[in-house]
């Protein structure tokens, strides 16, 4: 049997493995991402034109094109409907990206913790990562020129907004001193903001990519979070220079994003109504994020710290006493709790015990302290065994 | 500007550029593979269940697997749904196919000519193509044999019903003789079958994948050809020791296939509906087939040469004089006629002149005799310059 080299590095998914597990009916899971069921809109299809049955554009549906660019512009974001590619899921972007950038041996530029599918599709096909630590605020503004003097990246990977993991939301300094940096050293940017609506406590976040005088930039989003993920659409939008080679890369991938959740994402992107979904969706997972809060301060208060996270989906866990949290996987699930282990969302997984991810948006409020005081007593029961 | 290697590879796709100029309205397009608007099937939503918004497994949907793995073994595939991965549009089979097994240099072997987006993403990763030449009943044995005896390609990508871009399907004869010789030399067959229900004359063409005692194999099909391309839902079915690759690489490609999509492909396959489409969309292309061959043989008898095509798309005409027929493309278009030159179906597009592919089933047959008649006069100017 005779695989390509990259094969060597393809991963069992441990995303997969848990969220498998975890859709067992008796399973409480933190695991996942996903949007609560009660918060997926009703959608309306009997409007849909036959034509949407039709092979359509590589490019994507013209008039969601448009309305994206719209909505990126009133961000701040410098762009025309011509930049926009509509991909199939913002996890798409990161595919095309890695086809773009990375042979083997590619050095890319990231964030510790980052998103662990990115790390996965980045080192499929071969990057060595460079990393940023991520602080309260941002990533170190040091150890980033550090980098940058040293290394001449490809790219680099950030989630400014709401990061996964760490919910890191990173400050408009932060953001001017990313962008300054990333142009002085002429390092392409992409800015992956699958979570930017979910704002629980306002503030602003101007993207990065709009304060970028001369780097090169993709900027990616998604519906995933605000809409339906069942949808599979999602967007970025590529400074020109990029775009004809996304555009190919996208072709060759899978001729173009089906066109019917392209059509349902059109009825929403932009409008009041949707505004209006975006108000209830904050204020829903904001109880729910401070109904977290509280449960995890009653069982966790002595066992970890941690930020309220002000946006996303996640708390991000640091254990006073770290420990490989892999290990208590196997007996959270046997006390019917999933949840996702720190080490996967770091390049160097063995340097970066002692962190967990927790999602609050799928579980009921109600629910939650029963199940995090299990948790709670897997985690005490793992260090007293290693005390021992 | 430092991009990976394999973009050097990324050429403009001509079937994108085309399709693009073809898309104005006054253009007679020969060129796409589009179903007929007309035979678009009215489908119907309103009884999804809003679940299907939700995150789905990477596998895609179990019913849709079990529906398509009970197809496919009524077709003397020996499978279960568990070897059933759903892919967004069969074109994304081509993509992780490339991922599990072309790193710059490897040798896979393919039919000349192919489909023309196969050896584009395959010539991306850096395969290098061993061909086979085809004759009306399949790839020559004996040229076959020698390429498997000198070389250890990684795989055998092959179309053996109504191949596009030439028609052709294979004997059973010449099907039993190649999945011998595969499992012989112990080759993975990749079988791509998107045109396979586009039956027109009947006749028996068993999966080759079928007929395999040993090899490796992926078989991928689509329901893009048969009931709507825009819901970009197509499969493969691969062995027991390809499956957990290959949905690995889904995974890290897009998650998932959009759930909406497969929904409704749902509510066809199998079904005695979608058995009724089926003998409606044969009989109105086998209309239209026989009206191309009428006009054909009215305007291009002197000029070329060709098969009446039992099955697909498309018919492929040999020029009796071969000249280069992208030069051709120009002056056709400037006619408002679009069609698709032979040469980028070959690995090697300049050693092999002299074929256009016509499709069919777009073009009402009232219409076609002018179309034609535009089209071979700039045949017979091109010629007739060449020739002064």
């Known amino acids: 049997m005779a695989f390509s080299e990259r094969v060597s590095r393809l991963k069992s998914s441990l995303i997969r493995e848990i969220l498998a597990a975890a859709q067992r ?3 409480m899971s933190f695991a996942g ?179 970028l005088k001369k780097a090169s930039w993709i900027y990616t989003g998604t519906v995933s979070k605000t809409l339906l993920p069942g949808l599979r659409v999602g967007y970025l939008i590529a400074s020109p220079d990029l775009f004809p080679h996304l555009l190919r890369l996208k072709q060759s991938a899978d001729l173009h994003t089906n066109r019917i959740g392209q059509w349902q994402a059109l009825q929403w992107v932009g409008t009041e109504k949707f505004k209006g979904h975006l108000v209830e969706l904050r204020d829903f997972y904001r109880v729910r994020r401070d109904a977290m809060q509280v449960a995890l301060e009653q069982h966790f208060g002595d066992l970890a710290d941690w930020h309220v996270p002000q946006g996303g989906l996640f708390f991000w866990l640091t254990l006073k006493q770290p420990l490989d949290t892999r290990t208590l996987l196997k007996p959270a699930l046997e006390q019917n709790i999933a949840f996702m282990p720190g080490e996967p969302f770091f390049a160097e997984p063995d340097a970066n015990p002692g962190y967990l991810r927790l999602n609050f948006s799928h579980i009921a409020p109600e629910r939650l302290s029963g199940g995090l005081e299990r948790l709670a007593a897997v985690v005490r029961q793992a260090q007293a065994a290693k005390v021992a």
Chains 1, 2 share one sequence.
């Open 33 to 211: 991402g996903l949007p609560a069921e009660a918060m997926l809109p009703k959608v309306e299809w009997a409007q849909m034109p036959a034509a949407m049955g039709q092979y359509g554009m590589s490019e994507g549906e013209p008039a969601l094109r448009e309305a994206l660019a719209a909505e990126a512009r009133a961000l701040g974001v410098d762009c025309e409907a011509s930049q926009v590619l509509i991909v199939s899921g913002s996890q798409q972007t990161l595919d095309l990206a890695a086809k773009l950038y990375i042979d083997k041996g590619t050095e890319i530029l990231l964030e510790a913790p980052t998103y662990l599918a990115a790390l996965q599709i980045f080192q499929l096909f071969g990057a060595d990562c460079l990393t940023v630590p991520l602080q309260a605020d941002g990533p170190g503004l040091g150890a980033l020129r550090e980098r940058l003097q040293q290394h001449k990246p490809a790219f680099a990977y950030l989630i400014p907004t709401f990061q996964n993991p760490s919910g890191v939301r990173y400050s408009e300094a932060r953001r001017d001193a990313v962008a300054a940096m990333l142009d002085e050293f002429d390092v392409t940017l992409i800015e992956d903001e699958p979570y930017r609506e979910l704002n629980f406590d306002g503030g602003k976040a101007q993207p990065i990519v709009s304060r």
């Open 25 to 27: 009916p008796e399973v």
